[in-house]
């Protein structure tokens, strides 16, 4: 079965404080994508990676293939980053597996 | 990185009445489109999926004839909730992808049914 698990589940931190969201899933995936979704709803694709890492600003995504897994790390957090973060992953077809979504607080 | 619009960013019908919700990619031709609903704070669920000039796959329990998915050209698809109920009111978003490469999210639709 396609499973994808995200951990924590909600994350609050102090500004500046460095930040790891993983995930974590069942079989083989042709790519895994990094989402952030504010409060108002919109969802902004952060990364889509395969192999190896990617890094965007502050923010750095991994992943692992041997151990099926994949990291979202945030350096320098700030305030505005207080969103949702979920992760997807391509079990091979068309559709995208969610995983339930890690909240994260940043306060001043 | 791409642009996905969707239009209205919200609205608010009467039960019984249609609406359409727009999703246009808008800086590059998207050959497939992704319609999801979101309820509050839980995931994603795909409604369908929808190739240009064709007709839209639909996930299970999902009713065809209630959502209305026309793909009528490269950069835009709409979804029209048809007859809409008050258990439809929700968080509609779309994504777009070019070939494999990956998806990009629209903004939302929030919908209420009153």
């Known amino acids: 079965k396609n499973e994808v698990e995200q951990s924590p589940q909600n994350l609050t931190a102090q500004e500046g404080e460095f930040i790891t969201i993983n995930c974590s899933y069942s079989?083989?995936?042709?790519?895994l994508h990094w989402l952030q979704q504010h409060p108002g709803g919109g969802i902004v694709s952060l990364f889509m990676?395969?192999?190896g890492k990617k890094k965007h600003g502050r923010l750095i995504a991994t992943i692992n293939i041997q151990e099926k897994h994949s990291s979202l790390h945030i350096t320098a957090s700030h305030p505005r980053d207080s969103a949702v973060y979920i992760c997807?992953?391509?079990?091979?077809?068309?559709?995208?597996?969610f995983g339930t979504g890690t909240r994260l607080t940043i306060i001043p | 990185g791409a642009v996905v619009s969707q239009h209205p960013s919200w609205v608010i019908c009467k039960s019984g009445t249609s609406v359409k919700i727009e999703c246009r990619s808008l800086d590059f031709q998207a050959t497939t489109m992704f319609w999801y609903r979101q309820f509050p704070k839980q995931s994603l669920m795909l409604m369908a999926t929808?190739?240009?000039?064709?007709?839209?796959?639909?996930e299970q329990g999902v009713e065809k004839d209630k959502f209305l998915i026309n793909h009528a050209s490269l950069t835009l698809s709409t979804l029209t909730v048809t007859s809409a109920h008050p258990e439809d009111s929700s968080f509609y978003i779309c994504?777009?992808?070019?070939?494999?490469?990956?998806?990009?999210f629209g903004p939302g639709t929030r919908l209420t049914v009153t």
């Open positions: 079989v083989g995936i042709s790519a």
């Open positions: 994504s777009a992808r070019r070939g494999q490469g990956e998806q990009y």
């Open positions: 929808s190739n240009e000039g064709s007709k839209a796959t639909y």
């Open positions: 990676l395969s192999s």
């Open positions: 997807a992953a391509h079990f091979g077809n068309e559709k995208l597996t």
